[in-house]
Each structure stands twice: as C-alpha cells, then as structure tokens.
C-alpha cells in the first residue's frame, strides 16, 4: 500500500477511485486498513479545502438510515413512536435534544449534523 498526500482535486479523484475499489473491504485486511487511512485523507483535504457546513439534520439521519438499511422503524427507538418518526423525517417537528442524544449514541451521527438546525 502506497499512500500519497492529497495536493489537488486529481489526486483527489485519484483516491476516489481507489476508494470504489476497496471500499467493501473486510475489517482487519490490509485493503480495509488502506480504505481507513484514505477515508481519513479525503476528509482532511475537503476540510481544508471546501466548506460544507454541517449537514442538515434530517438529511443526516436519511443517510444514515441509507448506509445501516434501516427503516423508520428502526427509528423508533431513538425518536419514538411511528408518528414522531414520521414528523421529523417529514420537517414538522424538529428533534429534541433528547431524540439527537440517541441518535448520537445509537446510531453515531455527529452531534455537528443533528444541532445544525439550532444554529
């Protein structure tokens, strides 16, 4: 495994690349180790070099859920019953401090994701 700094946006799409091919990788493998280091280098670089801001709560959560194949039932036991599930994916109800302690916990969306709305 040979890793390079990321300089530019080549090099960056250079590491995306790389990325689609080891991504699937089991823990514990070399490929796995690789993709950790350059998830790691990609973040730094877009840090530095292009403003996302926070992501917006209920985009957070539907990513997640997208990542985990979770259903909004899976929510429940982070937001409650269907129903509140449903108003907060639906933006018409925003989370409680409670309900992003879980997420937080439970499913381990970053706290900068779930309280941008507040800002």
Same mark, same amino acid.
């Given at each position: 495994? *040979?890793?390079?700094?990321? /300089?530019?946006?080549? @090099?960056? &799409? /250079?590491?995306?690349? /790389?990325? +689609?091919?080891?991504?699937? !990788? &089991?823990?514990?493998?070399?490929?796995? @180790?690789? $993709?950790?280091?350059?998830?790691?280098?990609?973040? #730094?670089?877009?840090? =530095?070099?292009?403003?996302?801001?926070?992501? @917006?709560?209920?985009?957070?959560? =539907?990513?997640?859920?997208?990542? +985990?194949? %979770? *259903?909004?039932?899976?929510? +429940?036991?982070?937001?409650?019953?269907?129903? $509140?599930?449903? +108003?907060? %994916?639906?933006? =018409?109800?925003?989370?409680?401090?409670?309900?992003? =302690?879980?997420?937080?916990?439970?499913?381990?969306?970053?706290?900068?994701?779930?309280? #941008?709305? !507040? *800002?």
């Amino acid at each position: 495994m *040979t890793i390079k700094p990321i /300089r530019d946006d080549e @090099d960056l &799409k /250079r590491v995306f690349r /790389r990325l +689609e091919r080891i991504f699937q !990788a &089991k823990d514990g493998t070399p490929q796995a @180790d690789e $993709r950790d280091v350059l998830v790691t280098l990609v973040e #730094a670089y877009e840090n =530095k070099h292009y403003d996302f801001g926070p992501a @917006d709560p209920v985009e957070a959560i =539907k990513f997640r859920m997208e990542q +985990e194949g %979770l *259903t909004p039932r899976d929510l +429940e036991a982070f937001i409650g019953p269907s129903g $509140r599930v449903s +108003e907060v %994916l639906n933006r =018409k109800r925003p989370l409680s401090l409670r309900m992003i =302690k879980r997420l937080h916990e439970g499913l381990k969306i970053p706290y900068e994701s779930l309280l #941008a709305e !507040a *800002t």
